[in-house]
């Protein structure tokens, strides 16, 4: 046993009775609490009032909420869906019943109601009084902020705005006043001031229809069939006081005086049974409005005349209306039926999960909230073409997307890309749209409404950080810097937001870097005096310089596969196409080494630098020729390439000894200097001439290289090819030996000679003679000719009769040519005999 029932558990105990089947009830998003805090103290406020207790003894979250919320009056309300106001409004829609179908029925039939109606009647408008006065206290929600206003003051204004002058012409005694008037037929007319109470029935019945307790078809049928038995009970009603309305001399001329069906007359129709005459003039209305009278029962006179056009014409009207309503209910997919479904799958859901009605709450007021935002639906635009949509979006969004401050100073590219990939929502105030310390996946941008950056302490009390008005965005630092959400994000009025998913908004970044990286600067300048933004301020740079060189690399990239349109779009975009990788190459180098023509020119018209050389020392023009792309390689050259080689002479021996035709050919036409020398003063053409290979050798001739240049060792290319053996190679080299020192001009050939001075050492004595018998021999230069060195020799040497005489080698092999001698060779000058 419990003891002490408190105040408190009664008010528990009132709630709780108070949201009883309240969960299935589809209810107007205007017309329904969202959010805990907002129906916590709602329901406090109506119950202190109801059970006379204290209104200090609320709790703290409710205190915090009261005082925060705009438009609240401390003063007593009655909250739209507290119990006992309920069950009040079941009351008085009896009562709106009764009234909306008795009222012309009082109007056609009776002249004064008789003593037990009179009183029926009184009651009934006593009650609607009551009513009028308990709408100065019921609470609303704005239709512009969506909150609870309880404010006494703005109750009353809004009501008497609206129905209240109605409302309270219907509570009027119009039968004593009818009375008073000396039976006036014009104050007849005012009674039907009173037909405005069928409001309250039909919005019974749209409460009904979203109930997904009541089966929608029986609820839509139902609703139909009221509305078709209203409008011929009224046209029964209207039909028997058009025949009324006549002296009773002339009821003859009415229809239902001149009517007679059977052996059974209406005359003096006035002293008929009540009922009869009413289902007299309801069965005339029924057949008239289905158009299917048998002639029987007829207008009689002009006025009853024109009322039936007017009734027939009003009846098609209706009957396309009913038809309509029957086929979409056969048909099915109607925006309320779909807003049912989803309301009963999320029911199951949070039933089988066991939600609490907290999070139940938020999730109905929400589904509510779509389902009366339903004109931003994307599915309204889903079949329509992209370029349609990006247009519509650019016409709703672009204008707001353009003064957020965040986006200072981007691109109008980036704008529009931005504004092409965003959704657009609603809350309700009291919703938590983003917590602190959770991970982000979504950027808002505001376009309406106001939210609150709520920081949480470490004692879990909160702390207004800052207020979020229009053209204010949030979620961003999470999002660009990978970290948990700094502060929770509430709404404070009802808010139209603008959402970015964090993958579109990475997409359209890696694309438009160059406005990333004012983005990234606009968020520390916006938040400098943050103090969470300072400390981020590092992360923010060392994530600029991550970003930058991952742009290089995916410029490089596009470049390297030969993807044209994704390099332009990255470099309209503001990558920079001279940016090096790791290696020192840029998009020139790449481009060039895989033979893209397209690129090279694109790159080109960007004025990139053509010569620019990466860590190897290789240009763009020298990366063309390596890989064979002879056009990519007369692009260059055209825009001005070079090869930029330090040491040409290394550069192309080392080519001639790997034997590379091809790449020596493009090399050489590319204007590399085929006389160009090592370390060891070895041009390519004594290279190739010790190797033997006649078509290099035959090659760098034709390009120019010298056959005379001798390298460290007095050695010439004709020397080089004598030691390989290469008959071929030894004559192509002597021709072009004599070709080009005939070349040269007259006297330059001793001077070259002088340049190029060779010497042998000779010996009066055969190689093979004992060493004692040997005698000095005489070092002289090599003359152009072996007569010229045999007779320079005997002379030296003081010999006689040396017309005989030859020259041999130690192998005693005889020299026939002075192009055969080497420099400092030892020759023997014997005779021949």
């Known amino acids: 046993m419990r003891i002490g029932s408190t105040a408190d558990e009664r008010r528990r105990k009132a709630v709780e009775d108070e949201v009883v089947g309240e969960e299935y009830v589809v209810e107007d998003v205007r017309d329904h609490d969202h959010g805990r805090l907002t129906k916590r103290r709602s329901r406090f406020t109506l119950l202190a009032g109801d059970l006379d207790l204290d209104p ?42 009764y009234s909306s179908f008795f009222t012309p029925m009082e109007f056609g039939f009776f002249r004064g109601l008789p003593k037990n109606l009179y009183f029926l009647d009184i009651a009934g408008q006593i009650a609607f009084l009551i009513d009028v006065v308990l709408h100065f206290f019921i609470a609303y929600r704005d239709t512009q902020t969506y909150k609870m206003i309880s404010n006494r003051n703005l109750i009353a204004v809004r009501y008497l705005k609206s129905h209240f002058l109605f ?5 009027m005694p119009w039968d004593n ?28 019945f749209s409460r009904l229809e979203k109930d997904i307790r009541v089966n929608y078809l029986f609820s839509r049928i139902i609703k139909l069939i009221a509305v078709e038995l209203y409008c011929t009970h009224t046209a029964a009603c209207i039909f028997y006081y058009l025949a009324t309305t006549l002296p009773a001399v002339e009821e003859g001329y009415t229809w239902i005086g001149s009517l007679k069906l059977g052996d059974y007359s209406y005359s003096n129709f006035r002293e008929i049974d009540l009922w009869k005459r009413y289902t007299t003039s309801l069965y005339f209305a029924i057949v008239t409005m289905a158009t299917v009278g048998y002639g029987e029962i007829h207008a009689v006179n002009m006025r009853e ?188 009025e009802l808010c139209r937001l603008l959402r970015l998913d964090k993958q579109s908004f990475s997409n359209i970044l890696e694309i438009y870097f160059h406005d990333g990286r004012k983005i ?31 742009l290089a690399l995916r ?114 036409s590319n204007g590399v200097d085929p006389n160009s020398k090592d370390y060891d003063f070895r041009t390519p053409l004594h290279v190739a001439a010790s190797q033997g290979s006649y078509i290099i050798v035959k090659l760098l001739v034709e390009a120019g290289a010298s056959v005379l240049s001798k390298d460290r060792w007095g050695n010439t290319p004709l020397d080089e090819g004598r030691m390989s053996g290469n008959k071929m190679l030894i004559k192509l080299l002597e021709e072009a030996k004599d070709v080009q020192l005939s070349e040269l001009p007259e006297g330059s050939q001793e001077i070259t000679d002088k340049m190029h001075p060779r010497k042998c050492t000779v010996y009066a004595f055969h190689p093979w003679e004992e060493k004692d018998k040997i005698t000095c021999g005489v070092v002289l230069w090599i003359p152009r000719t072996t007569e010229q060195l045999i007779k320079t020799a005997a002379e030296q040497l003081k010999l006689e009769n040396y017309d005989t005489c030859c020259i041999v ?7 026939l040519d002075v192009d055969m001698i080497l420099d400092g060779q030892k020759l023997y000058l014997i005779s021949e005999e």
Not at 57 to 73: L, Q, V
Request: hydrophobic share 40%; aromatic share 10%.
């Open 167 to 171: 409302d309270i012409l219907a509570c």
């Open 520 to 550: 990234l600067n606009n968020l520390v300048e916006f938040n400098a005096s943050d103090a969470r933004m300072k400390q981020l301020e590092t992360d923010i740079i060392l994530h600029i310089g991550k970003h930058e060189a991952e």
């Open 305 to 492: 005349m024109i009322f039936v056009m007017i009734y027939v014409s009003f009846d098609m009207v209706l009957g396309a209306y009913l038809i309509g309503n029957m086929t979409a209910l056969i048909v099915k997919g109607s925006k309320t039926e779909r807003y049912r479904d989803r309301m009963t799958d999320l029911l199951k859901y949070m039933n089988r999960n066991r939600l609490g009605r907290d999070i139940r709450n938020q999730i109905k007021g929400h589904l509510r909230l779509q389902y009366e935002s339903n004109y931003t639906d994307s599915t309204i635009l889903r079949d329509l073409p992209i370029s349609i949509r990006a247009k519509i979006s650019q016409t709703l969004y672009k204008s707001y997307i353009e003064k957020v401050s965040l986006f200072k100073g981007c691109s109008l590219e980036f704008i529009n890309q931005v504004v092409t990939k965003v959704h657009e929502e609603f809350f309700l105030p009291g919703e938590v749209i983003m917590e602190q310390g959770n991970a982000v996946e979504q950027l808002y941008f505001i376009c309406h409404g106001e939210l609150e950056e709520i920081g949480i302490c470490e004692d879990g009390s909160e702390e207004t950080v800052s207020i979020l008005k229009p053209h204010s965005s949030f979620g961003e630092v999470s999002i660009l810097c990978n970290i948990p959400q700094p502060y929770t994000v509430r709404v404070c």
């Open 177 to 204: 006043i009818y009375r008073a008037s000396g039976r006036k037929e014009e104050v007849r007319y005012l009674l039907l001031l009173r037909l405005v109470r069928v409001r309250k029935v039909l919005e019974f």
């Open 809 to 815: 080698t130690e192998d005693a092999g005889k020299i």
């Open 56 to 97: 200090s003894r609320r709790d703290f979250n409710t205190e915090k909420f009261i005082d925060g919320i705009r438009g609240c009056s401390p003063a007593l309300f009655i909250h739209p869906q507290n119990s006992w106001y309920k069950a009040w409004e079941k009351f008085i829609l009896i009562w709106a019943v």
């Open 555 to 668: 410029v490089n990239s596009s470049a390297f596969y030969g993807d044209l349109y994704q390099l332009k779009s990255l470099i309209r975009a503001g990558a920079d196409p001279n940016k090096k990788d790791y290696d020192g190459r840029t998009p020139l180098h790449l481009a060039a080494s895989k033979g893209y023509e397209d690129i090279t020119l694109f790159l080109i018209q960007e004025k990139v630098e053509v010569n620019v050389l990466d860590n190897f020392g290789n240009t763009p023009l020298l990366e063309a020729i390596k890989n064979g792309h002879d056009k990519v390689a007369s692009i260059l050259v055209k825009e001005g390439g070079s090869l930029k080689i330090d040491d040409a002479g290394w550069f192309l021996c080392t080519s001639v000894a790997r034997g590379d035709i091809d790449y020596i050919r493009r090399i050489l």
